[in-house]
């Protein structure tokens, strides 16, 4: 069955430097891969889509990479703030209307 | 617009009782999503709504649980009987049919518990 990990350990990093989340994936190829940030005790809130025939996407600090030979992708926030601090999920679209996310990474940046 | 908005935000029942979620999606779009988050994971998918037709539901979506969206519009769900094993956040997302980044629009999410 489809499955998506991303790393269950939180991420420490200090402000200003870039923080790099990944996500893999397995028995599946997708068309396109999302990010959503979620806040505790909130809902998740999207910030990118990549398609697979795009090999990298940038948004303001946050850039976006998709390699659909490693069936990985990367989201890196350049120039951290504590702002930053949430989790962040990778989603997939799964077939029929159905998107599914991983488990997510807690980041926290530092002052 | 105010964005989905989901009612109650919290709620705390005893195992064996009935619960109703109701969830206003944003007013344009047609597609409604009901999906259950626990701790530490990420949300799982329960059913899909295009318009007033339920198309999807997941395996997780046991007999004990229902849900309509009779006009289109706002939708529910209810868990009967509940028991604590559905403690969870119940959250609810709307879209657009042929919108290009297939975003999903999350409400703040029912949070159950059931003792």
């Known amino acids: 069955s489809q499955k998506i990990e991303q790393n269950s350990e939180a991420l420490n990093i200090q402000e200003g430097k870039t923080a790099t989340l990944t996500c893999n994936y397995t028995n599946y190829s997708p068309a396109y891969l999302q990010w959503y940030r979620q806040d505790p005790g909130r809902g998740p809130v999207f910030l990118l889509l990549i398609r697979e025939n795009e090999k990298e996407k940038r948004k303001e600090r946050l850039k976006v990479t998709f390699d659909t030979t490693l069936k990985q992708s990367l989201f890196h926030i350049t120039a951290s703030q504590p702002a930053d601090s949430a989790t962040y999920l990778c989603?997939?679209?799964?077939?029929?209307?159905?998107?599914?996310f991983g488990a997510g990474t807690r980041l926290f940046v530092k002052a | 617009d105010t964005g989905v908005s989901q009612d109650p935000r919290h709620k705390i029942t005893k195992r064996g009782q009935n619960v109703t979620f109701r969830c206003d999606p944003i007013?344009?779009?047609?597609?409604l999503y009901w999906y259950r988050q626990t701790l530490g994971q990420g949300p799982e998918f329960l059913t899909y709504?295009?318009?007033?037709?339920?198309?999807?539901k997941s395996r997780l979506l046991s007999d004990r649980f229902s849900a309509e969206r009779p006009k289109g519009s706002f939708s529910t769900l209810e868990i009967q009987r509940t028991e604590q094993g559905d403690s969870a956040m119940y959250l609810c997302?709307?879209?657009?049919?042929?919108?290009?980044?297939?975003?999903?629009?999350f409400g703040e999410g029912s949070r159950l518990t059931v003792l």
């Open positions: 007013s344009e779009h047609n597609r």
């Open positions: 989603a997939l679209p799964a077939g029929g209307f159905k998107t599914i």
């Open positions: 709504f295009q318009n007033e037709a339920q198309l999807e």
């Open positions: 997302a709307s879209s657009l049919s042929g919108a290009d980044t297939g975003e999903l629009f």
